[in-house]
């Protein structure tokens, strides 16, 4: 089972910053989080890790708690073609035995 | 060029069939998964490859055989197709933390 909670919609502005949360209150020392998104389709797509630092990238931001049991992914200015459903994920990394465990995600819309 | 590539795109097929998916990476990645994704969208990892190694497999029934002859390629094979195999497969590779997905190959089984 996915050890992540997130809402299962949220619309947003075009040129908007969109702000997806993901709760992973049982997350643990070693476990990053993963950020994964499907426009529809097409396969998932790489988007954002961390383990304890906020990260950004070009595609967006990842702000993690102090705590580590929830974050927010941050595309700062959304497009139509941001349109996806956005995977929250925990897990090891860099562990071959490791696997990712998608769980429902959340359906963005981005609104013209 | 593409990263990771599947064919075929659509295979539609009658129950009972054997029908294999092939899948290629240019990325020089060590591991290789598949992946279905269900009519109801849930994404569940079914095996991964390293270095042509079987790491992981999941309950999964034995009709699906994944065959992996070199790296850059892992193959599935179905025996005997049930309506419920009706799915789309996803291959995908890794060299660390990302994996890199394939656009799919949207089985239907009839």
């Known amino acids: 089972d996915a050890k992540t909670t997130q809402p299962t919609s949220m619309d947003c502005a075009e040129g908007r910053a969109a702000n997806l949360p993901c709760n992973h209150s049982?997350?643990?020392?070693?476990?990053?989080v993963y950020w994964y998104r499907q426009i529809h389709s097409q396969g998932p797509q790489y988007i954002i890790h961390?383990?304890?630092n906020n990260e950004t990238n070009e595609m967006a931001s990842l702000i993690i708690t102090e705590d580590r049991k929830s974050s927010t992914l941050i595309l700062p200015h959304a497009t139509l073609r941001d349109t996806a459903v956005y995977y929250c994920i925990v897990r090891v990394g860099m562990n071959r035995d490791d696997k990712i465990i998608f769980g429902k995600g959340t359906r963005l819309h981005i609104l013209p | 060029d593409t990263a990771v590539s599947q064919t075929p795109k659509y295979l539609v097929t009658q129950m009972g069939n054997d029908k294999s998916i092939k899948c290629e990476q240019n990325l020089g990645h060590d591991t290789m998964y598949w992946y279905k994704q269900d009519s109801k969208k849930f994404l569940k990892i079914m095996f991964s490859y390293n270095n042509k190694e079987l790491i992981i497999n999941e309950t999964v029934p034995n009709r699906f055989s994944p065959k992996s002859p070199d790296k850059a390629h892992l193959n599935l094979h179905i025996n005997s197709l049930e309506l419920g195999d009706s799915a789309v497969y996803f291959c995908?590779?890794?060299?660390?933390?990302?994996?890199?997905f394939g656009p799919g190959t949207r089985l239907t089984v009839l």
């Open positions: 995908a590779s890794s060299l660390a933390d990302e994996q890199f």
């Open positions: 961390g383990l304890k």
């Open positions: 049982t997350i643990s020392g070693n476990e990053y």
